[in-house]
């Protein structure tokens, strides 16, 4: 019950970054939140961990309490205004479904794809570095803590300096590739800790790159009206992805081992990367078509 009220904070979250952000800085917008929930997962698992070694019931009492207090902070910093040009657009236009916009099908699929992958950097992975690589839990833990700690220090910096300079499918697509290339030098390259570093680095690289502009990317096929379907249909390709990408990479590496998994990892998210390429491709040509027709 605790995730299914947590899941659906998701797509409400997106909605109003997208509300109350302006195009001109939404990239960053979602940059920023994404600074914030890593924050507080580098804090909250170590604070987690403290409160725990006194008392569970402190923890649960501490966690409950945060809650509210963000609640009611949510209530007082950004409280619900009336929009006056989300009505009259409501009036002008017809409501568009997500599930029938063809071409943000065909994204979440692709982004499906890529989440699936990169969710074996938080279950597969420390297992193959456990159980393979024979490393202790405490690098292990601080390989994890690498991941929050680049995004928290680089990402805001690294979106500011390439937001808008070139198409968002282009950084997406970009970001798959580098993703497939960590997964990949845990093939090419030898066992190691500089390889293990190098890996989880690579795949930082590569979410900072794709996921803001893929938030991006939803946000401008969406207009105020139908913004939370589309955000619902994006959050619930990732919650798939959560399930069914370590599901399937454990199996994978039962039956055919660890380095079938991740070649299997970087040929998906080629894979991934070909999707965003050919769905550019697409939508240029749409607009293109439009554009001769309207003329």
């Not at 994890?144 to 390439?162: K, R, T, W």
């Not at 930082?204 to 379907?229: C, D, K, Q, V, Y």
């Amino acid at each position: 019950m605790v995730s299914f009220v947590n899941e659906a904070f998701r797509p409400a979250n997106s909605t109003a970054i997208a509300f109350y952000s302006k195009e001109e800085n939404r990239t960053r917008s979602y940059s920023l939140n994404r600074l914030s929930i890593n924050l507080g997962w580098a804090v909250g698992g170590g604070l987690g961990g403290l409160l725990a070694s006194i008392n569970y019931h402190l923890l649960f009492w501490v966690d409950g309490c945060t809650n509210i207090i963000a609640a009611l902070l949510l209530l007082k910093l950004l409280p619900y205004g009336a929009r006056k040009k989300d009505i009259v657009e409501e009036k002008t236009h017809l409501k568009k479904h997500a599930y029938s916009d063809v071409y943000y099908v065909a994204f979440v699929i692709v982004a499906f794809l890529f989440a699936a992958c990169f969710f074996q950097l938080f279950t597969i992975q420390p297992v193959f570095f456990k159980t393979e690589w024979h490393f202790n839990e405490a690098f292990i833990g601080m390989l994890m803590a690498l991941n929050g700690i680049i995004i928290v220090v680089v990402e805001m910096i690294v979106v500011y300096s390439i937001e808008r300079k070139k198409l968002n499918t282009f950084f997406i697509r970009t970001g798959y590739l580098v993703a497939a290339l960590a997964f990949a030098c845990l093939n090419i390259l030898p066992p190691g800790w500089q390889t293990a570093v190098l890996s989880i680095v690579l795949i930082t690289i590569g979410e900072m790159l794709s996921m803001p502009f893929m938030n991006s990317f939803w946000i401008e096929r969406s207009s105020a009206h139908n913004r939370g379907e589309y955000a619902a249909l994006y959050a619930m390709s990732w919650s798939v992805a959560q399930i069914v990408g370590p599901l399937s990479g454990s199996r994978i590496a039962a039956h055919a081992g660890f380095s079938t998994l991740w070649w299997t990892l970087s040929s998906v998210c080629v894979a991934a990367a070909v999707g965003i390429l050919v769905l550019e491709q697409k939508l240029n040509s749409s607009k293109k078509q439009q554009l001769v027709s309207s003329a």
